[in-house]
């Protein structure tokens, strides 16, 4: 079904709660809707999805659960999502575009993303990369790190989370520039940043909202971002692809709402539409700007989200294969 | 010094109003229950709660939440005592003399010390977080991998003296418990390891589903077998309020625990139930009769059940004053700031003085709430033991499986659970010790993470464990623990089994 169909209507004139009640289908929903979230409690991920759902219960007045269904670094609620959740409505995913990686890399073609079907967009995350304001480092331009990891290989200390993008982005600067970083791995973006302020590694990677309290304390400095644009909120970071005069460094985390394939095309035209609904509102949008996160143009006016989602999902594929990390 | 007391004044200002007083009640009371009922943690009831908190302020909706956590630490031992099943991960150690100390008619002693230990640690930790917070962070952060990895060896170190019977048994154990851990993503390249092709073990096995398997189900099992008529009680009551001579056994062990649990909740990837398994190990190490322990020591509550309260204080310093989480409950606390507006940084103290000072000024009025809540309740607590076991352990056995449930939502992990049950109960009828297994288990990911994370930042190799002073320090006393207890194994057992 083309997407456009779906959406709701873009007069933003009319009433958005008057057109949500006309999508509504008399016998849904009678129970309460899962969230689905794969990630634990607290994260990144689940306040998006906790916030998401705190709008759209305001708006249509059903009844929201978020559960986090969490293990195997997200896998697990994957894995259920793609395979076992009952695509009647009741199950919404709010996911993050690591589903993709886990789909390639790690389902072994027990299930692909595309038995996802995206509903509606969320917001995104890039990958910024941090230095310190002390220590040997302070003042550098990305360039500058990089150089001085060619100069000097294997001295500057890169907190990474393995088997992910934080890693991946290693690669791709490796791979051009010929400089070598050792790759110190953490659990989680947060804990490298720690690590960071503690002077235990050099760089760190994340994302703006684990980062923005040391900022605004003047212990870090961010380097570049590895979006396709600017951030709003720091101006003066360049991207990777500037300052490296490239295209590839693109490594971010969008995130989404999908139902179960096969749900009933009016309950999917339904959710989407109070999904969409929800995310016009200014109140939820400056909500996630505090929380420090970002909205890709490209996937806010989307026409297509499916089409555009998978575009993204392709030039990941195109690296694994690249890489070597799947055949 | 002033500062803090003025801090503190305003703190009282904030949360002495009546609603903030019933949310921080609310909190104390959700988080006894939370910590009595097995399998229901601290961190699954935040992530229920998180949604009640936005429609609450800020200040409101952070003394409820903090309340619940270390109201947890209260709660949890009551189970632990009277059924030998712990409450939730900081309070298995509290099994092994707590629940003897129940079959022999001192549950209520046991019950006693536990409250009153908790709310001299819990109580300590604020005083000291009043007044050091901002400097003791600002230490704890240079804390690194080469510092935590001397702090777990010191900690497996520690638990060999938890052994009680076969060192070699207890050894074998400690292994088990490694190889265990060790399934799922290896931390440095994010490969699989003995998954077998397994999404489910993919993200390793869960603390929890091990947790309530080895010690609750395992439990239910063996006592099944001989007790389906009659009670837990080998006993009378004997006593409700702890006497004179526990006392004097158990002050020492209570500060000590203290102060352990303080410092292991303030590093990174501690947190109470590390804080706990150590205070344990201590106190068995430095006892005149170390054979006491396992048989209904006092000291083997007061100190474990002391360390888990202070190490509440000890890691929400990283969250409050430098925006750092050190374990999975405080990122939580986290996140409910964040849904808030709220970004905890370095400037957090100074820029939301009310909320800082606040949280910590409800911290002193939470601590006394949960001691008058838990101290009557003994009196209730103890008389459970008069059920007729056979009506209370399909209760008990439903609690295990909703609470290890409702913590991922994930079916696989009650397989898990009934796995360890069944292997717990056979590994005690060969007097295999599980504590053992258990540290071992929790402490191993963070043993490897951090010796690869120090050797992937050396420059030299191994020597960057030497040459860090704390590290070095660390691994030192360890090595001297190590040849203590070899000696005094050789002594008492005349020779190496």
Known sequence: ?327 | MMEALNGLLTGFGVILTPANLYLCFLGSLIGTLVGVLPGVGPLAALALLLPVTFTLSPIGGMVMLASIFYGAMYGGSTTSILLNIPGEAASVVTCIDGHQMARQGRAGPALGIAAIGSFIAGTLGVVIMTFFAPAIAAAAIRFGPPENFALMVLGLVCTLFMISGSTIKGVLMMALGFLTAAVGLDVVNGRERYTFGSVDLSGGIELLALVIGLFGVAEILSNVETMAKTTLLADRIRGLWPSLADWRASWRAILRGSGLGFVLGLVPGGGPVTAAFMSYALEKRIAAQPDRFGKGAIEGVAGPESANNSAVAGSLIPVLSLGIPGNPVTALLLGALIIQGIQPGPLFIAQRPDLFWGIVASMYVGNVFLLLLNLPLVGLWVQFLRIPYRVMFPVVLLLCVVGTYSANKNVFDLWVMLAFGVAGYVLRKLEYDLAPFVIAFVLAPLLEQSLRQSLVMSSDGAMILIKRPVTGLLLAASVVLTFLMFRRRTKTEGGLP
């Open chain 1, 1 to 327: 079904m083309p997407w456009s169909l779906l959406s709701a209507p873009a007069g933003a004139q009319s009433d958005p709660k008057a057109d949500l009640a006309k999508l509504k289908p008399k016998d849904f929903p009678t129970q309460p809707i899962e969230f689905t979230v794969v990630y634990p409690a607290g994260g990144g991920m689940d306040v998006s999805a906790r916030l998401l759902a705190k709008h759209v219960e305001n708006l249509t007045g059903d009844r929201i659960l978020v559960n986090n269904r969490t293990g195997g670094a997200g896998m697990v609620g994957h894995s259920y999502l793609a395979t076992q959740a009952k695509p009647d409505g009741y199950t919404v995913g709010v996911v993050a575009s690591l589903l993709w990686g886990d789909a390639m890399l790690r389902a072994q073609g027990r299930w692909s993303f595309t038995d996802l079907e995206p509903i509606a967009y969320v917001n995104s995350d890039a990958l910024i990369w941090v230095g310190s304001t002390e220590g040997p480092y302070k003042g550098m331009s990305i360039k500058d790190v990089v150089n001085a990891a060619k100069d000097k290989p294997n001295t500057i200390r890169v907190a990474i989370v393995p088997g992910s993008m934080w890693e991946y982005i290693l690669d791709q600067i490796e791979a051009n520039s010929g400089a070598k970083f050792l790759r110190v791995p953490f659990q989680g973006g947060g804990a490298g940043i720690t690590a960071l302020i503690g002077g235990n590694v050099d760089i760190a990677q994340g994302f703006y909202s684990e980062f923005r309290g040391h900022l605004e304390g003047g212990k870090v400095a961010p380097l570049a971002v590895a979006a396709a644009g600017r951030m709003d909120f720091l101006k003066g970071m360049p991207t990777f692809n500037e300052a490296f005069g490239s295209n590839e460094y693109l490594w971010q985390l969008v995130r989404y709402a999908v139902v179960p394939k096969d749900t009933p095309a009016d309950r999917k035209a339904y959710l989407a539409a109070a999904v969409q609904t929800a995310m016009k509102d200014p109140e939820l949008i400056a909500e996630y700007r505090k929380q420090g996160v970002f909205f890709d143009p490209k996937l806010e006016n989307s026409k297509n989200l499916a089409a555009d989602l998978n575009a993204y999902a392709e030039v990941e594929r195109q690296f694994y294969i690249k890489t070597g990390r799947l055949k």
